[in-house]
């Protein structure tokens, strides 16, 4: 069992940064592919970046291209998304995912479902 808690949501003008943190417990994160989705108010949950096991592959959805960047840290358990030049349609519940036999490219699917665990997502609001 693997429990994932993101922290580092919020409030942010348009053209701000933000950083959310992914911690995990239970298992070593370093054996799951880790993913960031998100999900607008009235809207399904949407891919945003993947990161493979240990040697860094990453995906990103179109719409952050250039702007987020996934990361991870094995040592401490921890999955990170760094959010510059922020939109206000960046607005959404972050969530953190984890999969123990994806890889980043098949979590940017449209028909991914391989999910293992979600944590419970973070907020984030950018105002204009």
């Known amino acids: 069992q693997v429990q994932l808690a993101e922290s580092g949501g919020g409030l942010v003008h348009a053209g701000g940064s933000l950083r959310l943190s992914c911690a995990a417990s239970g298992r070593t994160l370093s054996n799951y592919a880790m993913g960031w989705f998100r999900q607008a108010p009235g809207k399904e949950r949407d891919f945003v970046a993947s990161?493979?096991?240990?040697?860094?592959?990453?995906a990103y959805a179109d719409s952050v291209k250039g702007r987020f960047t996934i990361s991870r840290d094995n040592t401490k358990n921890t999955v990170y998304l760094q959010m510059n030049s922020l939109k206000p349609e960046d607005t959404a519940v972050y969530f953190c995912a984890a999969d123990l036999r994806g890889t980043p490219q098949r979590m940017s699917a449209p028909d991914y479902s391989g999910v293992d665990y979600w944590g419970k997502g973070t907020l984030v609001t950018v105002s204009s």
């Open positions: 990161i493979s096991r240990t040697i860094g592959r990453t």
